[in-house]
């Protein structure tokens, strides 16, 4: 019954590896979202995604990218894992246009070491 | 570009009290919106209430209710009856209605129940 849901909860990994973090959504929204929520608790956007446009926040590398296999799947990519990533990243939807709540999954903390 | 700012890093209340947190934001659009998220030590992100800029009423959920103050670009939650679950992280946002939809958050507030 999961509305948004993200895997894995946790993951470890060194430095210069390439990493995949699966979002999936089931409550039929259009669009889907990352946030990094740094050591000190502060939460940024990282991309906006539907199924016509994808907006990026200018600050984030481009050795981050999301790919969308379809509209319930929102999975974030990134390359070559820097000591800096290390955070909590959290998925998000929402159905666009007026009252558009954004339901977040749970999370998954990252690990660079 | 727009920015959410709360000015309490910390703050405590005692059980059964009410506590009133603090979030001032900047946009230059006139179509937004304001919310309050509450993340417990689960890290879970729940949304407490939320505003629409458009409506003069101050929303109310049951013990929380917000203070929108349009003009001055401040929007305030207060915990009524404060209770030992309500300790978490508390972080302001912002969404405008166009440019993704996206959420611009505060720094967060920790707040602290006191049996």
């Known amino acids: 019954d999961t509305a948004v849901s993200q895997t894995p909860k946790y993951l470890v990994t060194q430095m210069g590896n390439d990493k995949s973090i699966k979002c999936e959504q089931n409550?039929?929204?259009?669009?889907m979202y990352w946030y990094k929520q740094d050591s000190k608790k502060f939460l940024k956007i990282m991309f906006s995604?539907?199924?016509?446009?994808?907006?990026i926040n200018e600050t984030v590398p481009n050795r981050f990218s999301p790919k969308s296999p379809d509209k319930a799947h929102l999975n974030l990519h990134i390359n070559s894992l820097e000591l800096g990533d290390s955070a909590v990243y959290f998925c998000?939807?929402?159905?666009?246009?007026?009252?558009?709540?954004?339901?977040f999954g749970p999370g998954t903390r990252l690990t660079v070491t | 570009a727009q920015t959410v700012t709360q000015s309490q890093p910390e703050m405590s209340v005692q059980e059964a009290e009410t506590v009133t947190l603090s979030c001032t934001y900047d946009?230059?659009?006139?179509?937004?919106?304001l919310f309050w998220y509450k993340q417990p030590p689960s890290r879970q992100m729940i949304l407490v209430i939320r505003?629409?800029?458009?409506?003069?009423q101050n929303a109310t959920e049951n013990r929380f209710s917000v203070n929108f103050q349009k003009a001055a670009k401040s929007f305030s939650l207060k915990i009524s009856d404060s209770q030992l679950g309500d300790a978490a992280m508390y972080f302001c946002a912002l969404m405008n209605n166009n440019a993704g939809n996206m959420l611009t958050f505060g720094g967060g507030t920790r707040l602290m129940v006191k049996p």
């Open positions: 946009t230059s659009e006139s179509d937004y919106y």
């Open positions: 409550l039929g929204h259009d669009t």
């Open positions: 505003q629409e800029a458009y409506k003069q």
């Open positions: 995604y539907n199924n016509k446009e994808l907006i």
């Open positions: 998000a939807s929402s159905q666009l246009g007026r009252k558009s709540e954004q339901y």
